[in-house]
């Protein structure tokens, strides 16, 4: 599974950016799709996850409320709308796909990495 992250940018805190991840290759409806983030000088950090065919979706408590994981299979995309926006949520994001059903928030289960787009919230 090849997977190819967008949508990054600068925004004030408070404001919105949705993250997309396009998925090529062979995937599974069972599958679970997730995010995550690294912030500077921190280690990488759960976000949200979900399957890939849709149903429950897990998120960070830091992120709940606040952030959608979603999906829209037709276009082999999952994506990520962030709401309310704060400075510490400025980090790299990246896509990852688990060939599992078992929700997982540990980075190393998951075996298919997108590179990185950067989120930056400016106070």
């Known amino acids: 599974v090849q997977l190819q992250a967008s949508g990054g940018g600068l925004v004030q805190a408070g404001g919105s950016l949705r993250l997309s991840c396009v998925a090529s290759?062979?995937?599974?409806?069972?599958?679970?799709m997730g995010w995550f983030r690294q912030a500077p000088g921190k280690e990488r950090e759960f976000v949200a996850a979900?399957?890939?065919?849709?149903?429950?979706?897990f998120y960070a408590d830091s992120v709940k409320g606040r952030f959608t994981i979603s999906r829209d299979n037709a276009k082999n995309t999952v994506y990520l709308q962030m709401n309310s926006l704060k400075p510490e949520d400025t980090a790299v994001y990246y896509c990852?796909?688990?060939?599992?059903?078992?929700?997982?928030?540990?980075?190393?289960?998951?075996?298919?990495w997108g590179k990185g787009t950067l989120v930056t919230v400016s106070s």
């Open positions: 979900m399957w890939w065919g849709g149903g429950s979706t």
């Open positions: 290759g062979r995937t599974f409806i069972r599958h679970i």
């Open positions: 990852a796909y688990r060939t599992s059903s078992t929700h997982s928030t540990r980075r190393y289960e998951y075996k298919h």
